[in-house]
């Protein structure tokens, strides 16, 4: 098996100008690969791509619940938001809850990712807090575990802090990895990101989707958060985002969430099926055709649903002047 | 020989997270390859990469002097620059010298692309105009030729406009190519792109670094240029941005320039030799690590700008608390 397919193709007039290789992987609940280009067994930083399933304590503690976090907290604590005003408000809501406010939030602060988002605070003559922080809401929802662990939310970012030691065991169980001789790093936003083999990633999200395997209280867990993100599907990206407008549309059929470096991932519940995608340079364009070929493989969607993907699987691009140049495109490689 | 190499590594941690392959080509005037990595004669469109080759008949034209440009007007028509006031003033005041306002540049209008810049605009309440698109020196450069050969202007994006036809017989005579039936695409500015073989552009930018082989007008129009690009850098990117950088540390002794999709090329003139990149899935932070490798390579620079190259051979990469996370590397293969 060779370690890299050619998954995407960028053109100009009708030569490719650029081309983007990966893997892809596609698991059940048990672990089987029903699907796989390039090699499923690599090991891959899985980056937010696995904020759904780092979110799984927060609601199985019963920390949610307590704290009466709201579906719409619920989605952006699983969210790369884009720091639009809907986005900080729920953060800082979900703060409220706990008698906190942004200075507890250990992600940093950048603009919003949403360039108009970034423009508009600029015009406020504000600037960027740790609300805007495309993490906040994951790292609200880690502050709620710690309050209701009764535990010192300072540090909560550190491996060893008890917070981040729950993450870590949902993941090493929802993956089937043993991640304490995992290779490491830190995350953009200050936690640790593990590498683990893509395959792995993909039965998680299989599991994910479907609840199998995971015992009826993670079960549960994992149902809330995804009927919170297709409750609010707005929070996880923003807008004009892959993973909320997917999940506007595909609400109930899909979860998708992208993470840096060209990772994307995704859960079918009807199907048992749980997708990871890596690309290896990291381009954000490619993943997100990549998966939208994968889910028209998989679901075949009628309506809305399937014409958008259609257009993701092949994306106009246009230049400044507005005219059609070229496109990006999923290769062949990936039609059913 | 294969058509791509292993050119950029990307880290976290200890683990490589994401790769970068694409082709190298240095060749020189005489259009003998001197090193190549990947397949140095693959057809690769070169975008703005160059922007200095199709500048060349504003200056050997007589129009530039007719009209009174200036060294940073001629190096902002050389430019893709980030949109900053500087930038769009001297737009601006070479469109004065012609009589002409930003209504008759047809690059369109975006954001500038320097993120402060555009936030800075955003709070003065003001929108993006075609001033701060990042070729409207290029673009100012084409109406001043217009101007001096008296056709009309409107129009002069067009392939078959005077100006054009220009432009491209140029790139045709310093790149060794016919460009008729080469494939053709519309660039992110509305003129025409071809695809040329790396190497020919490798050939036309050591042509271009040393004047040889161009006749004495062409040369001298290639010489003001680069001189103009050396005493005006900011001009050519802006704040942060890596040709201008480049050029502040190294004036005299390279001329570099970006161009859209992980193109990169550059003159070096005391060597005569001539480096055109491209990365096959179009990443410009890999592009500027294989320039810097290329520059140590070729010139190994004492002082600030072999620091500062090295620095850019090897760039730390920070996450939002400013923790630095791994890094952007260019690969062994490039190592002299």
Redesign the interface.
């Known amino acids: 098996m060779t370690a890299s397919a050619p998954l995407v193709e960028?053109t100009?007039?009708?030569?490719v100008?650029?081309?983007?290789?990966g893997a892809v992987a596609i698991a059940d609940v048990t672990g089987k690969l029903v699907f796989s280009l390039g090699d499923a067994e690599r090991?891959t930083?899985p980056r937010s791509g696995v904020k759904a399933l780092q979110g799984l304590p927060l609601v199985e503690s019963g920390a949610a619940a307590r704290f009466g976090l709201t579906e719409a907290e619920l989605a952006l604590a699983c969210a790369s938001h884009g720091g639009e005003p809907e986005h900080v408000a729920t953060a800082a809501g979900a703060l409220a809850r706990l008698g906190l406010t942004a200075d507890a939030l250990?992600?940093?602060?950048?603009?919003p990712m949403n360039?108009a988002a970034?423009?508009?605070?600029?015009?406020s003559?504000a600037g960027p807090t740790t609300l805007h922080?495309n993490c906040s809401g994951k790292h609200a929802g880690f502050l709620c575990l710690a309050c209701a662990m009764e535990v010192e939310p300072a540090g909560y970012i550190d491996a060893e802090h008890p917070v981040q030691r729950e993450v870590t065991a949902a993941l090493e169980a929802m993956t089937g990895t043993r991640l304490a001789e995992a290779?490491?790093?830190?995350?953009?936003?200050?936690i640790p990101?593990f590498?683990m083999p893509l395959a792995a990633v993909a039965t998680a999200f299989a599991r994910f989707g479907a609840g199998h395997g995971l015992g009826e209280h993670r079960a549960a867990a994992a149902r809330t958060l995804r009927e919170a993100a297709w409750s609010a599907p707005f929070q996880i990206g923003g807008s004009g985002r892959f993973d909320t407008e997917a999940m506007q549309l595909g609400a109930g059929r899909v979860f998708v969430k992208m993470g840096a470096?060209?990772v994307h991932v995704g859960a079918i519940p009807e199907l048992g099926y749980g997708v990871a995608i890596k690309?290896?340079?990291?381009?954000t364009r490619?993943a997100e055709a990549v998966m939208a070929a994968v889910l028209i493989r998989l679901l075949a969607p009628e309506g809305d649903f399937g014409e958008w993907l259609a257009g993701r699987v092949r994306r106009p691009l246009r230049?400044?002047?507005?005219?059609e140049?070229?496109e990006v495109r999923a290769t062949e490689l990936l039609a059913g």
């Open positions: 960028v100009r007039g009708l030569s100008e650029s081309r983007h290789t090991l930083f250990e992600c940093g602060a950048h603009w360039d970034a423009r508009a605070l600029a015009a003559g922080n290779p490491r790093g830190v995350d953009g936003c200050g990101t590498a470096e060209g690309i290896d340079d990291g381009a490619a230049n400044w002047a507005g005219v140049v070229g």
